[in-house]
């Protein structure tokens, strides 16, 4: 069973938080973060007891589902479908408040969470890191370029909350899709496979109520390498000496893809059948965080492009669900005129059968008369011993009576209403 933010706003404001829990069986502290998860004021202390004596607290009214806020609940954690409003940038007749600079954390806490993660997880082939947990901001890179990568999406995500905007992980239920990428700086044609790590759910930037999605990953580059120890090892930075030694006399080397050390970040629309995408990359002389700023305007300028993209989504889409309707009507027709056909062969071919077999009956039926009536012109011994014989027959031969099939047959019309 599912419950929507607006039918718990007025539960809990027309009886007390205990028999609101009770009825949907869960307890107290349970039902208030999932109040304070839907953005649902709640009664203050004493507020049934002020109730009880007369004196009337005026209720605060249901707040605007903000960008991220979830829209229901349900106790199997399988909530329904609710249609959300269409995405809108900024309304720019209210500009968001801009928060000073004596207000922003010295870290976003969603890169806070990801710096004490990555200090414990391993490398795999490449040099990426390999984090263990799913749910966590959506950044790849290599050991070396960690810190730096971290710094840069801290800098990006405290500077688009400065501007009023939302970076969060995707919340439930929103259904915004992770857009992949290639890491390679340069795209070859052979079927690329990446074994890089994904996140759970999209890391976005609520700008407005429209998604952004983010992605910031290391690049990697195609480089001559040898295998030493189980690692991939640039031959560029393999000592002088040791490239001639004897203990990589026996080896070889070959081409493979490692980080690059440079950074990419992805930003692109989330929403299905939607297609914008924007990269900026960095080079050898120009890094990413000298863009930051160009990378926040450009993001709040997406918003609109990004929220014309879904309103015609969901025209295609509307005009995709008429069609099926169309279709399934049309078949439904289809099956009611082949199940008429068929109702009307069946009861014909029925109908065919009981008149066959009433002919045969009472052709079959003349012959016992026949003879019968020969049997009355023998001796008393002749006639018994025939009569007991045709009786003999007549009850294997014939089958049900005729009649009795005719009245069991069913019409076309009685067919279809079975």
């Given at each position: 069973?599912?419950?929507?933010?607006?039918?718990?706003?007025?539960?809990?404001?027309?009886?007390?938080?205990?028999?609101?829990?009770?009825?949907?069986?869960?307890?107290?502290?349970?039902l208030v973060?999932?109040?304070?998860?839907?953005?649902?004021?709640?009664?203050?202390?004493?507020?049934?007891a002020?109730?009880?004596?007369?004196?009337?607290?005026?209720?605060?009214?249901?707040?605007?589902p903000?960008?991220?806020?979830?829209?229901?609940?349900?106790?199997?954690?399988?909530?329904?479908?609710?249609?959300?409003?269409?995405?809108?940038?900024?309304?720019?007749?209210?500009?968001?408040?801009?928060?000073?600079?004596?207000?922003?954390?010295?870290?976003?806490?969603?890169?806070?969470?990801?710096?004490?993660?990555?200090?414990?997880?391993?490398?795999?082939?490449?040099?990426?890191?390999?984090?263990t947990?799913?749910?966590?901001?959506?950044?790849?890179?290599?050991?070396?370029?960690?810190?730096?990568?971290?710094?840069?999406?801290?800098?990006?995500?405290?500077?688009?909350?400065?501007?009023?905007?939302?970076?969060?992980?995707a919340?439930?239920?929103?259904?915004?899709?992770r857009?992949?990428?290639?890491?390679?700086?340069?795209?070859?044609?052979?079927?690329?496979?990446?074994?890089?790590?994904n996140?759970?759910?999209?890391?976005?930037?609520?700008?407005?109520t429209?998604?952004?999605?983010?992605?910031?990953?290391?690049?990697?580059?195609?480089?001559?390498?040898?295998?030493?120890?189980?690692?991939?090892?640039?031959?560029?930075?393999?000592?002088?000496?040791k490239?001639?030694?004897?203990?990589?006399?026996?080896?070889?080397?070959?081409?493979?893809?490692?980080?690059?050390?440079?950074?990419?970040?992805?930003?692109?629309s989330?929403?299905?059948?939607?297609?914008?995408?924007?990269?900026?990359?960095?080079?050898?002389?120009?890094?990413?965080?000298?863009?930051?700023?160009t990378?926040?305007?450009?993001?709040?300028?997406?918003?609109?492009?990004?929220?014309?993209?879904?309103?015609?989504?969901?025209?295609?889409?509307?005009?995709?669900?008429?069609?099926?309707?169309?279709?399934?009507?049309?078949?439904?027709?289809?099956?009611?005129?082949?199940?008429?056909?068929?109702?009307?062969?069946?009861?014909?071919?029925?109908?065919?059968?009981?008149?066959?077999?009433?002919?045969?009956?009472?052709?079959?039926?003349?012959?016992f008369?026949?003879?019968?009536?020969?049997?009355g012109?023998?001796?008393?011994?002749?006639?018994?011993s025939?009569?007991?014989?045709?009786?003999?027959?007549?009850?294997?031969?014939?089958?049900?009576?005729?009649?009795?099939?005719?009245?069991?047959?069913?019409s076309?019309?009685?067919?279809?209403?079975?």
């Open positions: 069973m599912s419950v929507t933010r607006e039918q718990l706003y007025e539960e809990i404001w027309a009886e007390p938080i205990t028999k609101v829990s009770k009825r949907y069986g869960v307890s107290d502290s349970f973060r999932i109040l304070q998860r839907l953005n649902v004021p709640r009664p203050p202390m004493g507020y049934w002020k109730l009880a004596v007369g004196k009337i607290i005026p209720r605060p009214p249901l707040p605007e903000g960008p991220g806020d979830e829209l229901e609940w349900s106790r199997d954690g399988r909530p329904k479908r609710v249609r959300r409003a269409a995405p809108k940038p900024p309304d720019p007749a209210r500009p968001a408040r801009i928060r000073k600079r004596a207000e922003r954390p010295a870290s976003h806490s969603l890169i806070a969470e990801a710096r004490t993660h990555f200090e414990k997880v391993d490398e795999i082939d490449g040099g990426y890191l390999r984090p947990k799913k749910l966590m901001v959506d950044l790849i890179s290599s050991r070396p370029t960690l810190d730096r990568a971290l710094d840069i999406a801290n800098e990006l995500f405290l500077l688009l909350e400065d501007r009023g905007h939302h970076v969060m992980i919340p439930r239920g929103h259904e915004l899709r857009v992949g990428f290639d890491e390679r700086e340069e795209s070859r044609s052979n079927n690329h496979y990446s074994h890089l790590w996140p759970y759910r999209a890391t976005v930037v609520f700008i407005g429209v998604a952004i999605g983010l992605t910031l990953f290391e690049t990697s580059e195609n480089v001559e390498v040898r295998r030493v120890d189980g690692k991939y090892v640039r031959v560029s930075e393999l000592p002088a000496l490239r001639k030694s004897w203990a990589y006399s026996n080896d070889w080397t070959f081409k493979h893809d490692l980080a690059s050390g440079r950074l990419c970040l992805q930003a692109y989330p929403y299905h059948d939607t297609e914008w995408k924007q990269q900026w990359r960095e080079t050898k002389s120009v890094d990413l965080k000298s863009k930051i700023k990378i926040a305007r450009e993001l709040a300028e997406a918003a609109s492009v990004i929220a014309e993209q879904v309103a015609e989504a969901e025209r295609r889409a509307e005009i995709r669900r008429r069609e099926w309707e169309i279709q399934q009507e049309r078949w439904r027709r289809e099956r009611e005129e082949q199940r008429r056909k068929d109702a009307i062969k069946a009861s014909r071919e029925e109908l065919y059968a009981i008149i066959e077999a009433w002919g045969e009956s009472k052709r079959i039926e003349g012959f008369s026949e003879a019968e009536q020969l049997a012109g023998l001796n008393a011994e002749d006639r018994h025939l009569m007991a014989r045709l009786k003999e027959a007549r009850a294997q031969i014939l089958g049900p009576d005729a009649l009795k099939r005719f009245l069991a047959w069913k076309a019309e009685e067919r279809l209403r079975d």
